[in-house]
């Protein structure tokens, strides 16, 4: 009764929003296809909405549903143009310039003078899961990943978060693009659930698998 107690007090509720400094960065959906897309959402089906479509490899769960240290996460290749919209909460960041403080994504773009990869991760999943932190290493499969930023209860949780063109270079046997994120038309668009429905038909032959942010979060 205790457990349930607790787990239910700190559970967390989000509405939708397209508020950009939130924990779904003011994202309308976001998903997966089972066969990765090999082009970008056509217009005609975004209807005004906007897609980003990422590079993904597959690994552990590393989100708060595991209850083991995931040593193999899963690693979340962005756009140039996902970087440069910004948004999100960061609990921290290495940011030094007012350009990464107003938008530290930018640092995933940021050279590291010993090699290693600029990663983003939530911050309970680096802290608590992955045992690292700010500034610190974390090695897999013989790629060190330094964490330049940390998000605070985002959708991104379960994920290591890199710019794309590193990722094309870490793992070039991996092509298309696996993982998605769409963002609203701003004024009288589709509602989320219109949109979703929508993005699934157009491409069921790619399996993909929309949900609303604001319920992953």
Excluded at 134 to 155: C, I, Q
Aim: glycine letters at 10%; proline letters at 4%.
């Amino acid at each position: 009764a205790f457990l349930v107690a607790a787990v239910g007090a700190n559970r967390q509720k989000a509405r939708p929003s397209q508020d950009k400094r939130s924990g779904t960065g003011g994202l309308a959906l976001v998903g997966e296809a089972a066969a990765p897309l090999q082009r970008a959402i056509g217009a005609e089906v975004l209807g005004g909405a906007r897609a980003y479509l990422f590079r993904l490899r597959p690994g552990d769960d590393a989100s708060c549903l595991n209850l083991y240290r995931a040593s193999r996460p899963r690693v979340l290749g962005v756009s140039r143009e996902f970087i440069e919209r910004g948004g999100f909460l960061f609990a921290r960041s290495l940011a030094e310039t007012e350009a990464e403080k107003a938008n530290p994504w930018l640092l995933l773009r940021k050279p590291l003078e010993d090699g290693a990869i600029p990663a983003i991760g939530d911050y309970n999943t680096v802290v608590w899961l992955l045992h690292s932190g700010l500034g610190k290493t974390f090695e897999s499969d013989g790629v060190a990943y330094r964490f330049v930023g940390l998000l605070k209860k985002s959708v991104y949780q379960g994920e290591l978060i890199i710019a794309a063109e590193r990722f094309e270079r870490l793992f070039p046997e991996i092509e298309g693009w696996a993982a998605a994120a769409i963002e609203a038309a701003d004024g009288n668009g589709d509602s989320a659930a219109a949109l979703r429905d929508r993005l699934e038909a157009a491409y069921r032959d790619h399996g993909l698998d929309l949900v609303e942010a604001a319920e992953k979060l």
